[in-house]
C-alpha cells in the first residue's frame, strides 16, 4: 500500500515526464491518474451546470441541449488541432527533441487563434438561426440566445484550454493538464449560481450566466496554461522564436489536424442530427435527452482521461523506435477501460430514476431521461474498446482511420437507423438511443480489426 500511495502522489505531482521505459502498468497509471482527475472535473462541471441550468426551467436546459449539439463542431475543430499537436509533441520528446515541440505547440496555437476568432464572430452573429435551424420554438430562442451567442463569442478560451491541454499530455505533462482544468471549472463552478441566480451583487443573468461562468472560469485556466509555457515550468517553454511560421511543421500538422477534426465534426455531427430527431418528440424528450447525456458525460469522460494515456505512450514509444511497446500499453488500456465502463453501465442501469430525479422531478423529462440513460449505457461497454483505440490511432498520427470508420459507424448506419427506428417504425425516442448504442458497438468491432493489421506503427509525422 506505501508503494501504491508513493506512486499515486507521483502521478499527481508529475514528476515522471518520459514512459519510453519501465513498467508498461506503472507508465498507464502514472499518466491516468491525472488524466481522469482532469476529466473528473470536466465532466462534473457538466453535471452541475445542467443542475443549476434546470432550476430555470425546461427551456433553459433544452437551449443548452441544442446549443452544445451545435458548439461541438467548433470543440471538434479545436480537438483536432489538439490532436496534431499532442500527436506531434509526443512524438519529438520520444526523439528528445524538446525545441521541435515547442515549434509545434506554437504552430497550432497560432492555427487555433485564427479559427477560433472567425468562428466566434460568424456564431455571435448567427445565434438566433442556430437555434431556429436546430428546431427551437420562438420562445426559447428569445430566452436562450444570449448563451448561445456568448458561448460562440469566447469559444476561443475552450479552444485554447483544449489545445494547451493536449500540448501538456504529448510532452508527457499530464499533471498540468489536471491542474488546468480544475482551476477553469473550478471557478466555472463556483461562479455558476452567483451569475444564473443573482446572488450577492451578481446580476440575475438566468441561463446566459452559465456561458458567462464558462467563459470567466475558462479564461482564467488558458492564463494560467499560458503562465506555465511561457516560464518554462513544463517539458516545453515556448519563447518568441518559436512563434515564426514555420510552414512544414503548419502544414504537416494540419494534416493531423484535419483528420483530427474530420473524426469529431462527423461524431458531434452525429449527435446534431440525433438532437434534431430528439426535438421532434418535444421538449419534454429533449430535455430528458439533455440531462442523460450529460450524466453519461460525467461517467465516460474518465474514460477518454484513460484514452488519452494510450495516445501519449503511443506518440512517445513512437518516437524512441519501440512499436512493440507501444502496441502492449494500447491493449493493457483498453482492457482497463472496458472494465470501468461496464460497471458504469451497471449503475446506469440499476439506478437510472434516481440519477435523473438528482435534476428534475418533471415524469415526462424523468422518464425521457431514464430511457435514454438506460439504452445509451448499453453500448458503452463496446465503447470503451473504441474509445482506447481511436486515441492510440490518433496518438500515433493516423487520423485518417478514425475519421472513416466514424463516418460509416455514425452517418451511414446511426443517423439513418435512427430516424428509420424513431420515426418509421414509431419506436419514438428510444429509437434513437438504440442506433447510438449499436453503432458505438460497431465501431469497436472495426476498429479492432484494423488496430490489429500494424500500419499505424508505420505513420510519420
Given at each position: ?12 505531482k ?8 519501465g ?69 519529438r ?13 506554437a ?24 437555434l ?24 476561443i ?48 443573468m ?44 503548419m502544414?504537416?500538422?494540419l ?129 470503451g ?77
Amino acid at each position: 500500500m506505501r508503494e501504491f500511495w508513493q506512486t499515486l502522489l507521483t502521478a499527481i505531482k508529475g514528476s515522471e515526464k518520459n514512459f519510453t521505459s519501465g513498467s508498461i502498468n506503472r507508465a498507464i497509471f502514472l499518466l491516468s491518474v491525472p488524466m481522469i482527475l482532469e476529466t473528473v472535473m470536466e465532466s462534473l462541471f457538466a453535471v452541475v451546470d445542467v443542475f443549476f441550468v434546470a432550476q430555470i426551467g425546461v427551456n433553459a436546459v433544452a437551449t443548452v441541449g441544442l446549443t452544445e449539439s451545435v458548439i461541438t463542431l467548433v470543440y471538434a475543430l479545436a480537438i483536432g488541432i489538439s490532436m496534431a499537436a499532442s500527436a506531434m509533441v509526443a512524438r519529438r520528446i520520444g526523439e528528445k527533441n524538446p525545441d521541435a515541440a515547442a515549434i509545434a505547440a506554437a504552430q497550432a496555437i497560432i492555427v487555433a487563434v485564427i479559427i477560433s476568432t472567425i468562428l466566434g464572430v460568424l456564431g455571435f452573429i448567427y445565434a438566433p438561426d442556430v437555434l431556429r435551424l436546430m428546431g427551437g420554438e420562438e420562445d426559447l430562442i428569445a430566452e436562450g440566445v444570449g448563451y448561445t451567442r456568448i458561448l460562440f463569442g469566447t469559444n476561443i478560451v475552450i479552444t485554447l484550454l483544449f489545445l494547451l491541454n493536449g500540448i501538456f499530455r504529448g510532452a508527457g505533462d499530464a499533471s498540468l493538464a489536471m491542474q488546468s482544468l480544475w482551476i477553469a471549472n473550478g471557478l466555472n463552478i463556483i461562479l455558476d449560481p452567483f451569475f444564473i441566480f443573482g446572488w450577492g451583487f451578481f446580476p440575475e443573468m438566468g441561463v446566459q450566466g452559465a456561458a458567462v461562468a464558462t467563459s470567466i472560469g475558462r479564461g482564467v485556466g488558458v492564463a494560467f496554461q499560458i503562465y506555465v509555457l511561457l516560464r518554462g515550468s513544463s517539458v516545453i517553454r515556448l519563447t518568441r522564436k518559436h512563434f515564426q511560421v514555420h510552414w512544414t511543421t503548419m502544414r504537416k500538422q494540419l494534416e493531423v489536424a484535419a483528420g483530427g477534426a474530420g473524426q469529431h465534426i462527423i461524431a458531434s455531427a452525429s449527435w446534431i442530427f440525433m438532437t434534431r430527431i430528439i426535438a421532434i418528440f418535444g421538449s419534454e424528450a429533449l430535455a430528458g435527452y439533455t440531462i442523460a447525456i450529460r450524466i453519461i458525460i460525467f461517467a465516460i469522460l474518465p474514460s477518454w482521461g484513460i484514452s488519452n494515456s494510450a495516445a501519449t505512450l503511443v506518440g512517445q514509444n513512437l518516437g524512441a523506435k519501440q512499436p512493440d511497446r507501444a502496441e502492449k500499453s494500447v491493449w493493457r488500456t483498453a482492457i482497463l477501460n472496458m472494465f470501468f465502463l461496464i460497471l458504469v453501465t451497471i449503475v446506469f442501469i440499476l439506478f437510472a430514476p434516481t440519477l435523473i430525479q438528482l435534476f428534475t422531478d418533471e415524469p415526462g423529462v424523468v422518464a425521457a431521461g431514464v430511457l435514454s440513460l438506460q439504452i445509451i449505457s448499453a453500448g458503452y461497454v463496446f465503447f470503451g474498446y473504441a474509445m482506447v483505440l481511436g486515441a492510440s490511432f490518433n496518438g500515433a498520427g493516423d487520423t485518417r482511420t478514425p475519421t472513416i470508420t466514424n463516418f460509416i459507424c455514425f452517418w451511414m448506419i446511426e443517423i439513418p437507423l435512427a430516424y428509420f427506428l424513431a420515426v418509421g417504425s414509431d419506436w419514438g425516442p428510444s429509437g434513437v438511443y438504440w442506433s447510438i448504442a449499436i453503432s458505438e458497438a460497431l465501431l469497436a468491432i472495426m476498429l479492432i480489426y484494423i488496430f490489429r493489421q500494424g500500419k499505424w506503427k508505420l505513420v510519420e509525422i
